[in-house]
């Protein structure tokens, strides 16, 4: 009788709690503070200074000067926009077609091949929250243990001063921020200025500053990792965007299974059952800023942070055996099947992403330094004086240049006649604009409907617009 044949034994199994819940959330459905505990390593030591790098130019961009102007100035009541030494205005808003399609497709090929990266490396709420909000409940709760003792236990003098020199250092830096993001749109110097004179001279900027202190102290404060667990659609997205060969944190299944303590040889030589290497220490779920177990697999809620790298590797380190538990890797890396880069959703994506970037350079590069229109004016097709026949016209003319300009007017006609410009030249300020009367006058005999140019050159960068324009006259006239 043939011995039955061994039958496959199905993959180790995560063990621990389950992936039906918030681990923000309790039972009953109110709120569990999360209190991730500290954690050092080389992602966090890198982390911290790409937090601290995008923090410094997040606050320089309204002090530092290009071309005279701020490096972003978005002066939204004029409808003028400076942005690093160029200068826009309403009729340019059709560039940010251009610039949103960019930012899209960027995002999808970003989440393709690195996955949430974003989240944990350059989100402005991973950026200041885990980079100065966080850093100051350190300082003055202390470590984790520390704080959670101090939250279950009752109010004394001790913790009512600490909770008071906390929540004013948040509301200092709220308002701070705040006072950053309206300089972006009053520029520096003039934030200065409103500051100086009150709020009573300035209602509306104080206003908004006021709400935009609320709104960062109400997320920083308190709302925290629900602001990506439950209000940002990227978490969302992400699935759709990415594959089994998208870069994600993750924990080797098959090295870390069975999991448990460190177990030790017993008397007389008996080697232990076999263990996997995780020895169940629990220190990537207490690092982590939105309280996940990694080891359940992949989670909307896991924003690529790497602070569970860093922690599993330094029990890993202790223990004498190799780092890598948790780790940067694919979901088909982690499964031992190896990982690819090119494949086709990033070339796709890629090719798309390209094309928009190249379709925003090809818009920024042929957008002229000036707007000129030349239109008819207003319920008048021709004027019959005398023996003449006038046609009369209107140059609108906008310098979009970030400094001063001059622009001259040359009139190119077939038929001789009488031009008039009063300005032959004109000098126009940033974004300043003008308008210009233009008169051609013809004798009655000699008027017929012809076409002729209105030539604008910008002295400065010496571009030309060549305007077209017809001039009109009686039917049969000149015949």
């Avoid at 003319?397 to 030249?425: C, I, M």
């Avoid at 409907?449 to 209105?454: C, D, I, N, R, V």
């Avoid at 009109?472 to 015949?479: I, K, R, W, Y």
């Amino acid at each position: 009788m043939a011995s039955p044949q061994p039958q496959p034994q199905p993959p180790p199994q995560p063990q621990g709690p389950g992936l039906g819940h918030l681990p923000s959330v309790k039972a009953d459905g109110s709120r569990l503070a999360i209190h991730p505990a500290d954690v050092h390593g080389r992602f966090m030591t890198r982390r911290r200074a790409v937090f601290a790098a995008l923090i410094a130019i997040y606050v320089a961009l309204p002090l530092i000067h290009v071309g005279g102007r701020p490096s972003i100035h978005l002066d939204v009541a004029a409808r003028r926009f400076y942005l690093f030494g160029n200068t826009y205005n309403a009729q340019d808003f059709w560039l940010v077609l251009f610039l949103l399609t960019t930012i899209g497709f960027g995002l999808f090929f970003v989440t393709a091949w690195l996955g949430r990266v974003w989240c944990g490396w350059a989100c402005p709420q991973t950026v200041f929250l885990e980079g100065v909000y966080r850093q100051i409940e350190r300082w003055i709760d202390g470590p984790r243990e520390r704080r959670l003792r101090r939250a279950a236990g009752p109010w004394t003098a001790a913790r009512v001063v600490r909770a008071v020199a906390k929540h004013g250092a948040y509301v200092v830096v709220s308002l701070f921020l705040a006072h950053v993001a309206l300089s972006l749109f009053v520029s520096a110097q003039g934030l200065t200025g409103m500051v100086r004179d009150g709020p009573a001279q300035h209602p509306v900027a104080f206003a908004w500053a006021m709400a935009v202190t609320g709104a960062l102290y109400f997320n920083f404060a308190w709302f925290r990792e629900q602001l990506c667990v439950v209000l940002c659609p990227y978490g969302r997205l992400q699935s759709a965007m990415q594959d089994r060969d998208s870069l994600i944190i993750g924990y080797d299944l098959g090295r870390g299974e069975p999991r448990g303590r460190v177990q030790k040889v017993k008397a007389g030589g008996v080697e232990p059952s076999r263990q996997g290497d995780c020895v169940d220490c629990r220190k990537c779920v207490l690092v982590c800023p939105t309280g996940i177990d990694i080891r359940n697999g992949l989670q909307m809620d896991c924003i690529a942070c790497a602070q569970c790298v860093d922690a599993c590797d330094e029990v890993m380190d202790k223990l004498g055996r190799p780092r890598g538990l948790v780790r940067y890797d694919s979901l088909n890396g982690l499964a031992g099947q190896g990982g690819r880069v090119p494949r086709p959703r990033l070339f796709i994506y890629g090719g798309l992403l390209l094309a928009s970037v190249l379709a925003l350079g090809v818009s920024l590069a042929r957008r002229t330094p000036f707007e000129a229109n030349l239109l008819r004016l207003q319920g008048t097709t021709y004027v019959l004086e005398g023996g003449t026949i006038r046609n009369q016209f209107d140059l609108h003319l906008v310098n979009k240049n970030p400094t001063e300009s001059t622009f001259s007017l040359r009139v190119d006609s077939p038929v001789e006649a009488s031009v008039v410009v009063p300005q032959r030249q004109v000098k126009l300020a940033s974004l300043e604009s003008f308008r210009v009367p233009l008169f051609l006058t013809l004798e009655r005999g000699q008027a017929r409907p012809f076409t002729f140019y209105l030539e604008v050159t910008d002295e400065s960068s010496g571009q030309v617009k060549r305007l077209e324009a017809h001039f009109l006259a009686p039917p049969g006239n000149g015949t």
